[in-house]
């Protein structure tokens, strides 16, 4: 029973374009979310997050949005650029996960120049 | 070197041997975490750690062991390795148990032939 879900294994975009990512949840408890950005070889690294209380966190190319009602959040990257071509994890925290986030299958995301 | 390190990174064993995948953090974090990572799974908890000799299972802990005598390690056993548990681990940590990022470590890929 999948508590984080990443609908969309995969994603091409074009360089200069917006890259949107989408993740949906279930579990109505969660009340904090991540993104991590995973290279080949190379262990998950954290990206941006958003809180419950927000709907929208902004750190420069990068805008997650969380719309609590339809338990769905999303990531912008725009303008994409490929350096960004990587696999994205979506990930939740909260709802008794003892401090654990859980995380999406990921979504693999290519920017092509 | 502050951060959060594993070893080895790369493992081959055959079935049946015992192997141990070391994880060690320099910041104190007192919440320590084991993922293992699999196409088409994603990133699933085996066993978490809220403080030296605190540990509890996660999602897939079968036929692994953990261990926190110091804050600081977090030892993964694979007791009799199995072809299954073929896999990318990694270890991770955090600060606080509700907010704040995890952070990962480089990953152990390991082989069980």
């Known amino acids: 029973d999948q508590q984080v879900k990443q609908n969309s294994p995969s994603l091409s975009v074009q360089e200069g374009r917006i890259s949107i990512l989408n993740c949906d949840y279930t579990n109505s408890m969660f009340d904090y979310f991540l993104w991590y950005k995973k290279y080949p070889a190379e262990g998950p690294t954290f990206l941006i997050s958003i809180s419950s209380i927000k709907d929208k966190n902004e750190d420069g190319r990068f805008t997650v949005f969380l719309n609590k009602s339809a338990k769905h959040l999303s990531l912008h990257i725009v303008p994409s650029q490929p350096g960004d071509s990587a696999v994205y994890f979506c990930?939740?925290?909260?709802?008794?996960?003892?401090?654990?986030?859980?995380f999406g299958k990921g979504t693999k995301l290519s920017v092509k120049p | 070197d502050a951060g959060i390190t594993q070893s080895p990174r790369y493992k081959i064993t055959e079935t049946g041997r015992q192997v141990t995948l070391m994880c060690h953090q320099t910041?104190?974090?007192?919440?320590m975490f084991w993922y293992r990572q699999d196409l088409g799974h994603g990133l699933r908890l085996i066993y978490y750690?809220?403080?030296?000799?605190?540990?509890d299972k996660g999602e897939v802990p079968d036929g692994y062991v953990v261990s926190r005598s110091k804050t600081e390690n977090f030892p993964l056993t694979l007791e009799s390795a199995t072809r299954s548990q073929t896999s990318v681990y990694f270890c991770?940590?955090?600060?606080?148990?509700?907010?704040?990022?995890?952070?990962f470590g480089e990953g152990s890929r390991l082989t069980v032939l």
């Open positions: 910041w104190s974090h007192s919440y």
């Open positions: 991770a940590s955090r600060l606080h148990p509700r907010t704040g990022e995890l952070f």
């Open positions: 990930a939740a925290s909260g709802g008794g996960s003892q401090g654990n986030l859980i």
């Open positions: 750690s809220a403080a030296a000799d605190i540990t």
